[in-house]
């Protein structure tokens, strides 16, 4: 006997896949209003539990939205709601080693590609605006709040001169989830000098218009950074461990 494929997904998942389907290829489109759920009941004859957790699923996707006593709605997807339908998924991937070496590898990827742009297509005006955002850096090494906003707003600096909204909506994204490992690395010695002096070299490239130093330049601070984190952590641990 000829095995048979049976499609073993639940009901909602069938009709979310369906409805997803047509939005993907255009016959329902963003703003068109989708049917009434009793109307979807019928076409896909299934009880409104089903309906409905199909339009929370197509919701999530960021694919319609909805609101109580109106019909959904297809959506226009953007990046930030996108990335920021990823929030808990990745606060419970940081919450091991393992997920935190993973996104300090793709921000060293990300970042570093972003210095590498940012020299090859900055003007003089967009150079101007990043020493702004150095020297405001460097004033601020001492004030450990300041300090830490000024540092994103450098980096915010650079993924800007692309001119790329996605490049933006990433690095932001990347700054919050990563948050609490620049924290902590500035509980290092000397580390505010260390990184203003490696934002000095990034600018210096980045102004000169060189990328493959841009790059270089960004990756060992990058890299300078992921190892004075680990390096605090592990001395955390062992001074723990002496006291108990």
């Known amino acids: 006997m000829n095995t048979v494929a049976i499609d073993r997904r639940k009901l909602f998942q069938q009709v979310a896949s369906h409805l997803e389907r047509q939005i993907l290829d255009g016959s329902l489109k963003p703003g068109d209003l989708l049917p009434a759920e009793r109307d979807l009941q019928a076409t896909f004859g299934v009880g409104r539990p089903a309906i409905r957790e199909a339009l929370i699923t197509l919701q999530r996707a960021g694919l319609v939205e909805t609101s109580n006593g109106l019909r959904a709605k297809v959506a226009m997807p953007t990046a930030s709601g996108v990335v920021a339908g990823m929030g808990s998924a990745v606060r419970q991937m940081l919450s091991t080693k393992e997920g935190q070496l993973h996104f300090q590898a793709i921000r060293h990827f990300f970042e570093t590609g972003l210095a590498r742009l940012a020299a090859r297509n ?123």
Not at 145 to 163: C, E, N, V, W, Y
Not at 205 to 211: C, L, S, V, Y
């Open 122 to 244: 900055a003007t003089a005006e967009e150079v101007s605006v990043l020493k702004a955002a150095l020297d405001a850096n460097g004033e601020a090494m001492g004030d450990r709040p300041r300090f830490i906003q000024t540092d994103i707003s450098f980096h915010l600096a650079i993924a800007k001169i692309p001119r790329n909204p996605i490049f933006l909506v990433l690095h932001d994204a990347m700054s919050d989830w990563l948050r609490s490992q620049r924290v902590v690395t500035l509980d290092e010695p000397n580390q505010e000098e260390i990184a203003f002096k490696a934002h000095v070299a990034i600018f210096e490239a980045i102004a000169a218009g060189n990328a493959d130093r841009a790059e270089t330049a960004m990756g060992e601070h990058l890299d300078q950074l992921s190892h004075a984190y680990w390096r605090h952590r592990e001395n955390c641990i062992g001074n723990a461990s002496s006291r108990s």
